[in-house]
């Protein structure tokens, strides 16, 4: 017995690899079904990668972990460590490390191989790339060579090891007294590239945006694919039905049908990942390096995922495919329900008030995004059948008009599609998806970009006329006469003190009277502080002033000395370009490299914001990502359907004598359920995402979403003119006795 089952498993398999051979649009379904399982292949292998990648870059930072003796005062392997933060003009703060080596055993600090002279520096390779015309390498010392990026926490981290010149123990504030690295060491310790895992986004976050954004547009394309030239395939099932077999033999049929496409699908993808593991890659557009190999050290995770995207699109085959009845008789019977896509459908209001009403009663808490994510995505999912049953009533006045006006085409495709909520859905499930999709990418890059847009826009509006510098750590007037002598000429300054005086904010300014009368202020006598006399004549001043937070800042000022207030006090410097322009911040932040720790230059607040903004571009490069699967998966459903309706219909050419027809047909059946679709998406995708973009700036405009309404009408008009030629062409070719 055992052996006559292996014999008809055997051919039930090879009569499903038949079948998918011959089938109705067999080679888009190949195809289809092959680009799912690479599909999900890859989006799978991108969420194992993600907690891989995490993984190992956390190693990396817990090695640079400091172990810290604060008794170690006189042990030989003393070394003084203080970090400050600096940034590239556009780009995110990053750390610059200095480091005294006390004893004649200081640990080297990660990516070090021996100590450089006291005053010189190593840059990372990116840091040391990005900062060229920035004078990065005259920006803290001498330049001394490159850190080895096997040792950062990734390839592309920015950051500078400075050996002092002075001594930290009094130019630092609170330097750490190390005797090693080690992960072991204390979380308070704030290892060397702590500020690089604060920035980071968070795992759980980005695993969550990689499923919806890839994963889930990669279950559509096989749910697509799966279904495509469905027609023949559902009645041959019910002849196997009819001829006695069962759930087993119509899911061996599936098997063999779906087997060698989806096969080929994931171990194509899955070649192509080891590969990309084994040799190492950039991730475009974020520009996150990954090493070569690194990935491998979970190698079993990443072979498991060409077969868990197999097993699932083999899965998703059987389950849609052999849902044939059971019943063994052959008499003619009513068209079924389709009660799972009215579920669908009910579904879509439930989700539709999950992502807008109830977010708000939970404001301030986790609750508000993960209701809201999971909102959309409902959507998302329920809003193809929401569609298809919306097309469905048009087409039933469609059909209403055309019996009574005598239309053929009218009535024909508005009775076709009325019947076949299912294949509307299909149809345009790349569409409606595709919509939210983009509402959802542009309602997270707005509220990741707004602190830097907004600190960007306020940098265009008003440039950067004056800018406040601090010392890091403690400086000297010595210190101070020469980053004021590596300025003369370019810059004017003055010593800068802010107080508050209730809501408003007053500056309190200091210099000799040759830099008082540099920005048109009069020079009072020594020790009187007086406010100025009617509007500032320096435009300087008045545009710095008009730049401050509160928007009513006063003024005062002194004759005094900028090199003894800096000594004596935690002090600022206002820094104006001479020739009234902006200030030059590179320029400044090289000269001061006289003081022991540099300087900090406060000019925007661009870098604040960066962070966020470097973190949506991953949400980008997943959105897009999903956009491509999204747009395959209209293609694929379109395609299967212009098949389906050209053969269908083709008789009709033979009843009318013409073709002509077929254009109307044509666009009620492929243009009007695509344009539906792109319009109600749209509405639903803006609506759904407000929660997001409260308070952030909208990129969600209305000429963006009828730009986005009018590209996919003329994707649908392009599609429209397809249609109808497929349809001539079968017409044209149609026989009696094909049982369409």
Excluded at 142 to 155: N, S
Excluded at 322 to 339: G, I, L, V
Excluded at 661 to 681: C, E, K, N, Q, Y
Excluded at 711 to 738: C, D, F, H, I, N
């Amino acid at each position: 017995m055992s052996g006559n089952r292996r014999v008809l498993t055997r051919r039930l398999l090879a009569i499903g690899a038949a079948a998918g051979r011959r089938a109705e649009a067999g080679r888009i379904r190949f195809g289809s079904l092959a680009a799912a399982a690479g599909a999900l292949t890859v989006a799978l292998a991108s969420i194992a990668a993600i907690g891989v990648a995490y993984q190992a870059r956390m190693d990396r930072i817990d090695a640079a972990m400091p172990v810290v003796d604060e008794s170690a005062a006189v042990d030989s392997r003393l070394l003084l460590m203080e970090d400050v933060f600096d940034e590239l003009a556009d780009g995110r703060q990053f750390t610059v490390v200095y480091f005294e080596p006390v004893g004649p055993d200081a640990p080297l600090p990660p990516g070090m191989d021996a100590w450089p002279e006291p005053g010189q520096v190593l840059l990372s390779p990116r840091l040391h790339e990005a900062g060229a015309d920035e004078r990065i390498e005259e920006r803290y010392g001498e330049y001394a060579g490159l850190i080895d990026p096997d040792a950062l926490a990734d390839p592309g981290q920015q950051i500078a090891y400075v050996v002092a010149d002075g001594d930290l123990s009094v130019a630092g504030e609170y330097p750490l007294h190390v005797v090693g690295f080690d992960p072991s060491g204390p979380p308070e310790a704030m290892g060397v590239f702590w500020l690089v895992a604060d920035q980071d986004f968070s795992v759980p976050g980005l695993v969550a945006i990689a499923a919806v954004m890839l994963v889930l547009p990669a279950l559509l394309l096989a749910a697509v694919a799966v279904r495509t030239g469905a027609e023949l395939r559902d009645r041959r099932e019910q002849l196997v039905t009819v001829l006695g077999g069962g759930r087993r033999e119509r899911f061996l049929i599936s098997l063999g049908e779906s087997a060698v496409p989806v096969a080929a699908g994931a171990l194509g993808a899955g070649a192509a990942v080891v590969a990309a593991a084994a040799l190492g890659f950039t991730v475009p557009y974020v520009d996150f390096a990954v090493a070569g190999g690194e990935l491998l050290r979970a190698w079993w995770l990443l072979a498991a995922c060409p077969i868990a995207a197999a097993a699932i699109v083999l899965a998703t085959s059987a389950l849609l495919g052999s849902r044939a009845s059971d019943r063994r008789s052959t008499r003619p019977r009513a068209a079924r329900r389709p009660r799972l896509l009215i579920a669908w459908a009910a579904l879509n209001p439930v989700f539709i008030v999950t992502a807008v009403l109830l977010p708000p009663l939970f404001a301030g808490t986790p609750l508000y995004p993960l209701l809201n994510l999971f909102g959309v995505a409902g959507v998302m999912v329920t809003l193809p059948a929401a569609v298809a049953f919306t097309t469905v009533l048009i087409a039933r006045r469609a059909e209403r008009f055309g019996r009574r006006t005598r239309r053929p085409a009218w009535l024909v495709a508005g009775r076709r599609i009325a019947e076949r909520p299912r294949s509307t859905a299909r149809q345009v499930t790349g569409v409606a998806a595709g919509a939210i999709l983009v509402c959802l990418l542009l309602a997270f890059q707005g509220a990741f970009t707004t602190q830097a847009a907004r600190a960007q826009q306020d940098l265009d509006r008003y440039g950067m006329p004056a800018a406040l510098v601090s010392v890091n750590g403690y400086g000297t007037a010595a210190q101070t006469a020469e980053f004021t002598a590596a300025l003369h000429g370019r810059i004017d300054l003055l010593a800068a003190t802010e107080a508050h005086v209730g809501p408003s904010a007053v500056y309190h300014l200091a210099g000799s009277c040759e830099a008082l009368a540099a920005f048109a202020l009069p020079c009072p006598e020594p020790g009187t502080v007086v406010s100025p006399d009617g509007p500032l004549e320096d435009p300087r001043l008045q545009r710095w002033l008009e730049r401050h937070p509160s928007g009513d800042a006063a003024l005062t000022f002194e004759q005094g000395d900028p090199g003894a207030a800096v000594e004596a006090d935690d002090i600022t410097l206002l820094a104006a370009a001479t020739d009234g322009g902006d200030v030059p911040v590179a320029d400044v932040k090289a000269a001061g490299s006289a003081f022991t720790l540099g300087v900090t230059v406060a000019a925007s607040d661009v870098s604040a914001g960066v962070p966020h903004r470097e973190q949506a571009r991953w949400i980008a490069l997943f959105g897009n990502l999903g956009l491509i699967l999204l747009a395959a998966v209209a293609g694929i459903g379109a395609a299967g359907e212009f098949i389906r309706h050209s053969r269908a219909l083709a008789p009709l050419v033979a009843v009318t004598g013409g073709v002509a027809v077929f254009r109307t047909m044509a666009a009620l059946t492929v243009w009007l359920p695509l344009l539906a679709a792109a319009l109600i998406g749209l509405g639903l995708g803006f609506l759904v995402t407000r929660p997001m973009t409260v308070d952030s700036i909208e990129m969600i405009t209305p000429g963006l979403l009828i730009a986005c309404a009018a590209a996919v009408a003329a994707v649908g008009l392009v599609m429209w003119q397809w249609a109808s030629a497929a349809m001539t062409k079968e017409a044209s070719t149609w026989r009696p006795g094909r049982g369409d």
